[in-house]
Nanobody, 124 residues
Framework: VQLQASGGGLVQAGGSLRLSCAAS????????MGWFRQAPGKEREFVAA????????YYADVVKGRFTISRDDFKNTVYLQMNSLKPEDTAVYYC??????????????????WGQGTLVTVSS
């Protein structure tokens, strides 16, 4: 299983970025997929997730209404569209593949496979 995250960069507050997570060795529509982030000196935290069945989506309260997780089954890629970015969104963003059966989408312990991360920096 390989997860290749990309799309990070430097953006001004209020701007937008779209992160991509290209998967190999798995079919993203058959597993839960999530995005997490880790800011310097802080613990890794949940951002968004999409279920395998039905594609229900989940968001952390701090990004709800600004971020959108989606999936392109043809490209086997998961996206995180980030709008209205704030300086506090600055972090390394990771995509992750969930277990076959997931009790919760927001717990990082439910994700055994992780990509390498992509850095998002939001300037004020």
């Amino acid at each position: 299983v390989q997860l290749q995250a990309s799309g990070g960069g430097l953006v001004q507050a209020g701007g937008s970025l779209r992160l991509s997570c290209a998967a190999s060795g798995l079919i993203v529509s058959t597993v839960g997929m999530g995005w997490f982030r880790q800011a310097p000196g802080k613990e890794r935290e949940f951002v968004a997730a999409i279920r395998r069945s039905g594609g229900s989506t989940y968001y952390a309260d701090v990004v709800k209404g600004r971020f959108t997780i989606s999936r392109d089954d043809f490209k086997n890629t998961v996206y995180l569209q980030m709008n209205s970015l704030k300086p506090e969104d600055t972090a390394v963003y990771y995509c992750a593949r969930g277990r076959a059966l997931m009790a919760t989408m927001a717990d990082l312990r439910e994700y055994p496979y992780w990509g390498q991360g992509t850095l998002v920096t939001v300037s004020s």
